[in-house]
């Protein structure tokens, strides 16, 4: 299978590895929109192209893997790579998603291509085990909790601020909300009591500091419906401090059973993540092989993780998986 990867930050380098450890994949190109002659990867004889270039390569990948923040790129780039590629992203911007879909959707279909948006942990592997347990306890409650860890999709909204030269952002879990639910106490929570965010922002020479905090406090399907915290720091103490990227966090579905609802159940999918990006791009590059294999067969369109069958995602063939996982 050859793999194209648009986009070099953190999620590409995640997805350069991801493929280098893959046997069943062969990085074949990776774009950008910086100098390409500026930008290093770590794969031996792989071809680094201006994005400007990249229609030239339409005859020569299986699947596009676009890299590109929900903020602002996916929603341009997505809808305008399917229509030469079969393509895959992780926007995750979860208010936005059926609007995505549908242009993608549009997009890819015209062009008789397969595309899957929003892959990833979360929108990904929690959104699956939501479904699931939905599914097998539907008297219940779901809750979702994300960190303690930095958010790719949040830091990048935060970078896009006018003013701010750059800058991290931590999702907080709220622990006497954690601690209820997995008690069974089926809180009603809001989205301020589950979470906090803390950002840390180095501001351009003269900027506006307090036009970046109110910006970034009120800013829409990010910080608006949340108590943030803004820190404004040296590029020095960022790249001190805040260099890494770690995250996880928790889906639980809590629910009765019995006649009369006598039985309680938690059900808890918990993800420990030393590099968001890195275990952010394994999934894109497992989704990516199963819509190579739904393209295969003549599939189109766009698609999400609850449309695409576990056996896809594997290496392995049905009759390994029956005899070995199931």
Same mark, same amino acid.
């Given at each position: 299978?050859? &793999?194209?990867?648009?986009? #070099? ?53 299986? %699947? ?27 926007? *995750? ?27 990833? @942990? +979360? ?22 909790? @994300? ?8 830091? *990048?909204?935060?970078? /896009? %601020? ?11 879990? &709220? ?5 209820? %639910?997995?008690? $069974?106490? !089926?809180? +009603?929570?809001?989205? /301020? ?14 900027? +506006? ?17 949340? +108590? ?12 001190? !401090? ?10 639980? /579905?809590? $629910?009765?059973?019995? @006649? ?8 808890? #999918? ?34 999400? &993780? ?15 998986? /029956?005899?070995?996982?199931?």
């Amino acid at each position: 299978m050859k &793999v194209g990867i648009y986009g #070099y930050g953190n999620l590409g380098r995640g997805i350069e590895c991801a493929v280098k450890n893959s046997e069943d994949m062969e990085l074949v190109a990776v774009f950008t929109r910086r100098d390409p002659s500026t930008v290093k990867i770590q794969t031996a004889g792989v071809t680094v192209a201006s994005a400007n270039d990249v229609e030239k390569f339409a005859d020569k990948i299986d %699947v596009m893997i676009i890299c590109g923040g929900s903020a602002t790129d996916l929603p341009e780039m997505t809808p305008a790579l399917a229509k030469h590629f079969n393509v895959i992203d992780s926007f *995750d911007t979860h208010a936005r998603i059926p609007e995505h879909f549908e242009n993608v959707n549009t997009a890819a279909k015209s062009s008789a291509h397969i595309a899957l948006i929003s892959a990833g @942990w +979360d929108p990904g592997m929690f959104s699956l085990n939501r479904l699931y347990a939905n599914a097998i306890l539907p008297n219940g409650n779901d809750y979702t909790f @994300w960190g303690k860890g930095v958010s790719q999709g949040h830091s *990048d909204a935060i970078r /896009r %601020v006018k003013g701010v030269k750059n800058g991290k952002q931590y999702t907080i879990p &709220v622990d006497s909300a954690l601690a209820s %639910v997995r008690a $069974g106490e !089926n809180p +009603d929570l809001t989205t /301020r009591q589950k979470h906090t965010r803390e950002c840390f922002v180095v501001a351009e020479e003269g900027a +506006d500091k307090a036009a970046i905090e109110k910006e970034i406090k009120e800013m829409p399907n990010y910080f608006s419906d949340y +108590d943030t915290t803004v820190h404004f720091i040296s590029e020095e103490e960022l790249q001190k !401090n805040h260099s890494g990227i770690p995250h996880g966090g928790f889906v639980f /579905r809590t $629910g009765t059973t019995g @006649w009369n609802n006598e039985n309680k159940h938690v059900i808890e #999918y918990s993800l420990k993540l030393d590099s968001n990006p890195e275990f952010t791009a394994s999934v894109i590059v497992a989704y990516a092989r199963a819509i190579n294999r739904l393209h295969q067969e003549g599939n189109i369109g766009c698609r999400t &993780v609850f449309d695409i069958a576990p056996a896809y995602l594997s290496p392995l063939s049905d009759e390994e998986l /029956r005899a070995h996982m199931l």
